[in-house]
T-cell receptor, first 112, second 114 residues
Framework: AQSVTQPDIHITVSEGASLELRCNYSYGATPYLFWYVQSPGQGLQLLLKYFSGDTLVQGIKGFEAEFKRSQSSFNLRKPSVHWSDAAEYFCAVGARGNKLVFGAGTILRVKS | DAGITQSPRHKVTETGTPVTLRCHQTENHRYMYWYRQDPGHGLRLIHYSYGVKDTDKGEVSDGYSVSRSKTEDFLLTLESATSSQTSVYFC?????????????FGDGTRLSIL
């Protein structure tokens, strides 16, 4: 069965600084990987997904993520954070026919 | 944004009462899901549907039932609500099977059981 770990519960970065949110997964085969963002009082919005091919994937709002099979990781990055990026971020892993499993989330705070 | 409407958006009720949450979609997607979100747990799957009248259990299905009589509607019922079911409930939809298709989420229902 697959599982997802987001090691950081909270992260605080200054506006304009770079961001990296960590995600580690456990799955025996090539997984399908997703990052979602949730603003307060809202549902989850898909930022990006990885199914196969190029291991660096681009998403919306200037985010990107890199799949590293050797490290079982799918970290989310953004070169310059904006105050509007403050939200909770969820990594998720799925496999064909199996359930989509979410990490516990990382809350991003942006300080001005 | 995907056309997903959850109702009600907020509900407060008492222990032991029945509660039904509704999810309505306008995307004609085959798959629909109910999740609950609790601090420190992310989202956990309660039940899902892969077609009209076709449903199956997720990882936290005890105390919940679902029904899907039309493609566009997926109902979640708590037959006798308990305080442990206080949570935020999200409906999601996808075109394809669970793990290999992106899911799109509604805005959630905040349910408080006193």
């Amino acid at each position: 069965a697959q599982s997802v770990t987001q090691p950081d519960i909270h992260i605080t970065v200054s506006e304009g600084a770079s961001l990296e949110l960590r995600c580690n997964y456990s799955y025996g085969a090539t997984p399908y990987l997703f990052w979602y963002v949730q603003s307060p009082g809202q549902g989850l919005q898909l930022l990006l997904k990885y199914f196969s091919g190029d291991t660096l994937v681009q998403g919306i709002k200037g985010f990107e993520a890199e799949f590293k099979r050797s490290q079982s990781s799918f970290n989310l990055r953004k070169p310059s954070v904006h105050w509007s990026d403050a939200a909770e971020y969820f990594c998720a892993v799925g496999a064909r026919g199996n359930k989509l499993v979410f990490g516990a989330g990382t809350i991003l705070r942006v300080k001005s | 944004d995907a056309g997903i409407t959850q109702s009600p958006r907020h509900k407060v009720t008492e222990t032991g009462t029945p509660v039904t949450l509704r999810c309505h979609q306008t995307e004609n997607h085959r798959y629909m899901y109910w999740y609950r979100q609790d601090p420190g747990h992310g989202l956990r799957l309660i039940h899902y549907s892969y077609g009209v009248k076709d449903t199956d259990k997720g990882e936290v299905s005890d105390g919940y039932s679902v029904s899907r009589s039309k493609t566009e509607d997926f109902l979640l019922t708590l037959e006798s609500a308990t305080s442990s079911q206080t949570s935020v409930y999200f409906c999601a939809i996808s075109e394809g099977r669970m793990g290999n298709q992106p899911q799109h989420f509604g805005d959630g229902t905040r349910l408080s059981i006193l």
